[in-house]
């Protein structure tokens, strides 16, 4: 395990950046018209500015360009990012058609493939190749369809104040733990950066002054998904271990599986799988009778829990691994069917 300044210093750099520049970043959402205003599904009274994502990126934009790594692996991601954040906060200011946010997406993601984040293998249960199942050209449309996933999962679940950046956040931390323990030093450094301007958002986020909150907006949800995505690849499924491609999808198992049932939801009831509703985790929590802000930090119990788990996974056999994912799996499962989150809505 290395242990440098920087796995402090650049997190807490891009951390002051961001909450710094949002003012910034909020006058200048004003300006351009990247608002969010009360009506429809949207449950707050006032115009609230969009685009606190862009502030998330310049934080940890600006703390990675004195990380000093100039590797065609990062460097790709750094493009792709800015791809994601630039097609978002467009979106924020003039609502892009859905073709128009996936060309961004699928421009972005083939950025960083052509860079050479990969998904070159999977876990194969320990028989054979050491308990790995190499992917061949297989790789390459797994990777892009893991990319895609993730960054559309973090904007589905940008439904309440604080909740995409504060899960995000967590997960990144855990994937940058993750990262360490298994000597990836890079995408370590690059996990707690993304970390740290995740949270710095939030108390912007959070505040209850018309005055002072903003919303991360498609910006935001697009950078945080799509750069957990690709740090997922760097940070671990390159790991040659057989269970590398099962502790990403554990630190992410609550986007994921909000989005996946939410997908097969809607296709059940014969409608689009990016028509909203309000049938999301959060919302099943909200009419349980909790307030925003204890639904909020619900779900960051949840995500907490299943990060330690995916830490502690990572220092343990493969077998046990495995039957601790399965057990994991089937909670939530369980969880997930008695909160109705499979429930068919025809109307």
Not at 54 to 80: C, D, H, K, Q, W
Request: aromatic share 10%.
């Amino acid at each position: 395990m290395i242990i440098t300044p920087k796995l402090f210093i650049l997190p807490l750099m891009a951390a002051l950046i961001t909450f710094i520049t949002m003012p910034i970043i909020r006058r200048l959402s004003q300006k351009v018209g990247a608002v969010a205003t009360p009506g429809g599904r949207r449950i707050h009274k006032n115009i609230i500015p969009l685009g606190g994502g862009v502030a998330i990126f310049l934080g940890f934009l600006i703390a990675a360009l004195f990380f000093n790594r100039a590797t065609p692996e990062i460097i790709g991601y750094l493009i792709g990012a800015t791809i994601i954040t630039g097609v978002g906060f467009i979106d924020d200011i003039i609502e892009l058609p859905p073709i128009a946010k996936f060309f961004g997406q699928i421009i972005a993601a083939l950025v960083v493939i052509a860079a050479g984040v990969r998904i070159e293998f999977v876990g194969n249960l320990g028989h054979g190749n050491d308990g790995l199942y190499y992917l061949g050209f297989l790789s390459l449309p797994f990777t892009f369809f893991w990319i895609i996933g993730i960054t559309n999962a973090i904007n589905f679940l940008d439904g309440i104040d604080g909740l995409a950046g504060g899960v995000s956040g967590i997960a990144a931390w855990t994937l940058g733990a993750v990262a360490l323990l298994t000597g990836r030093y890079d995408a370590a450094v690059l996990c707690f950066m993304l970390g740290a301007a995740a949270f710095a958002f939030l108390p912007h986020n959070f505040s209850d002054h018309p005055k002072r909150k903003i919303f991360m907006g498609d910006s935001g949800s697009g950078f945080l998904g799509f750069s957990l995505a690709v740090l997922s690849i760097m940070g671990m499924v390159k790991v040659a271990a057989a269970f590398s491609m099962l502790v990403p999808i554990l630190i992410l198992a609550v986007p994921i599986f909000d989005t996946g049932f939410a997908i097969i939801r809607r296709l059940l009831a014969g409608k689009s799988p990016f028509e909203a509703d309000r049938m999301h985790l959060h919302h099943r929590i909200l009419e349980k009778g909790f307030s925003h802000k204890q639904t909020a930090f619900t779900i960051y119990g949840i995500s907490i829990v299943l990060g330690i788990i995916a830490i502690l996974s990572v220092k343990i056999e493969t077998t046990a691994s495995i039957i601790i994912f399965s057990i994991v799996a089937l909670a939530l499962l369980i969880c997930s069917w008695r909160l109705g989150l499979i429930k068919i809505n025809r109307k």
